[in-house]
């Protein structure tokens, strides 16, 4: 069937503003990540679902970060209040149980703080 | 002292030639390494992996790891211009957390 895919594709906020970003993993997938990459780097962990269960969020830069996957499929990652330091490309990873070695992206959100 | 190396180059090849991209790291929990390629605006895309040390091929990507040196490599043969990518190395302990390296940045000249 069809990959990860995410949206929206860009976003651009004003600081101070929440933001809203969405990941539909590859269906049948348990396993979802998502990550955050700066430009020039690689993507930089910040949270791992294991069907509705958060079982590592320890890479969420701050308490303005929160990420949710309530029926254990779509996973929304949050930004309150919105710094120009959030501005990355975040990326939505899924994979089959246990299998983090074979994780597949979606193309990724591209947020910028203005 | 990150946990995980790569240089970022950029690195420049003529078409058909062998490439040499390389990581180093300092975690000896890794035991999964993988290489991932990324286009310009896309996501990473699993290339290949390797469990613990030893050698793996793949058509024209052969990946190496040499535990002892805490050193991974990607070969790839025949290069081709469809290669120009950025090249990211990732390891894993096996749970949740996946370290990646910086990318190296990849250009194939016809």
């Known amino acids: 069937g069809a990959g990860v895919s995410q949206s929206p594709r860009y976003k651009v906020a004003k600081r101070g503003q929440d933001v809203a970003l969405r990941c539909d993993p590859i269906s049948g997938h348990v396993s979802l990540f998502w990550y955050q990459q700066a430009l020039g780097q690689g993507p930089e962990f910040l949270t791992y679902f294991q069907n509705e269960a958060q079982l590592d969020k320890s890479g969420l830069p701050s308490d303005r970060f929160f990420a949710e996957r309530p029926e254990g499929s779509v996973s929304t990652l949050k930004i309150q209040r919105t710094q120009q330091e959030d501005s990355a490309v975040y990326l939505c990873?899924?994979?089959?149980?246990?299998?983090?070695?074979?994780?597949?992206f979606g193309p990724g959100t591209r947020l910028t703080v203005t | 002292q990150k946990e995980v190396e790569q240089d970022p180059g950029p690195l420049s090849v003529p078409e058909g030639a062998i490439v040499s991209l390389n990581c180093t790291y300092s975690?000896?929990?890794?035991?999964?390494f993988m290489w991932y390629r990324q286009y310009s605006r896309k996501g990473p895309e699993l290339l290949m992996y390797?469990?613990?040390?030893g050698n793996k091929e793949d058509g024209r990507f052969t990946a190496q790891v040499d535990k002892s040196s805490k050193y991974i490599s990607l070969f790839i043969r025949d290069s081709q211009p469809s290669d120009s990518a950025t090249y990211l190395c990732?390891?894993?302990?096996?749970?949740?957390?996946?370290?990646f390296g910086t990318g190296t940045k990849l250009q194939v000249i016809p």
């Open positions: 990732a390891m894993t302990g096996g749970y949740q957390k996946v370290t």
């Open positions: 390797t469990y613990s040390s």
């Open positions: 975690n000896s929990a890794f035991q999964y």
């Open positions: 990873a899924s994979s089959v149980r246990d299998r983090v070695n074979e994780q597949y």
